[in-house]
């Protein structure tokens, strides 16, 4: 379903984020998500996006680091991502942004969760209902709509121009019909490797830059549907020093 998700999200960007943007004001200087698991490894894969085309310096943090921070910038705009809107601690967490003063926002699958509902503003990431906890479809929605947001925050602090935009849009609509051929390509690769990776007892991932957060999203996915392996991200330096660097 993802092709026709991306179109969905793309087609709808404005309104869902039109509140955002009203509030966007010259005093807000960083972005901040917050997040655990899947709603962390999105954020991880999206923020240097977001950064670029923001103009704002924008970075990721969990909510157990969130938590134990002793200086806050009330000036940032901190956005919290969870997908069912039901993450305790990251409710915790934007109430403490908001004790501070700071502008908060959530993304969530609707409207009505309970994360939405104590946020400044609401953003749904457009995913609909996923009946399987192990696919990837909140996590490639909220990649999107972060990336998006970080858009739309861009062109109204006209950190990019009408021009830029509009060709990074029509960008993103070309992502549905790659999409069946890397599908195709993927099940071809597995088919012909699958004796290898049922041999395996472990899987190790690496990316860089927006690829770590592909790379632990990947390790998270494994250990969920099989279970029975030690499966972990590492970002590409991990593996260019020490006992790795091979």
């Given at each position: ?57 924008t ?77 990837t ?56 490797n ?27 996915k494994?250990l ?23």
């Open positions: 379903r993802i092709p026709s998700i991306i179109e969905d999200i793309v087609a709808k960007r404005k309104d869902r984020t039109n509140e955002l943007v009203s509030k966007i004001t010259d005093k807000h200087n960083e972005i901040i998500f917050v997040g655990s698991g899947t709603s962390n490894t999105c954020s991880v894969t999206s923020y240097l996006y977001v950064e670029k085309y923001s103009g704002l310096p970075s990721t943090i969990l909510p157990n680091q969130f938590m134990k921070k002793t200086v806050f910038n009330k000036n940032a705009i901190y956005i919290f991502t969870s997908q069912s809107g039901t993450s305790t601690f990251t409710q915790t967490c934007l109430k403490k942004a908001k004790e501070i003063g700071a502008l908060t926002v959530a993304i969530t699958e609707k409207e009505d969760t309970p994360l939405a509902k104590i946020a400044d503003v609401h953003v749904n990431m457009g995913c609909g209902y996923e009946e399987y906890g192990m696919r479809i909140g996590y490639c929605s909220a990649i999107l709509t972060q990336m998006l947001i970080g858009l739309e925050i861009g062109l109204t602090r006209k950190a990019i121009s009408e021009t830029d935009y509009n060709a990074v849009i029509a960008d993103a609509l070309k992502i549905p019909a790659s999409h069946k051929a890397i599908c195709d390509k993927t099940l071809e690769w597995f088919d012909k699958k004796e290898e990776l049922m041999d395996a007892d472990g899987f190790a991932y690496y990316g860089s830059g927006s690829l770590w957060g592909v790379a632990m999203e990947g390790a998270l494994a969920e549907v099989v279970k029975k392996y030690l499966c972990v991200g590492f970002e590409m330096d991990d593996g260019l020093h020490g006992p790795t660097d091979r």
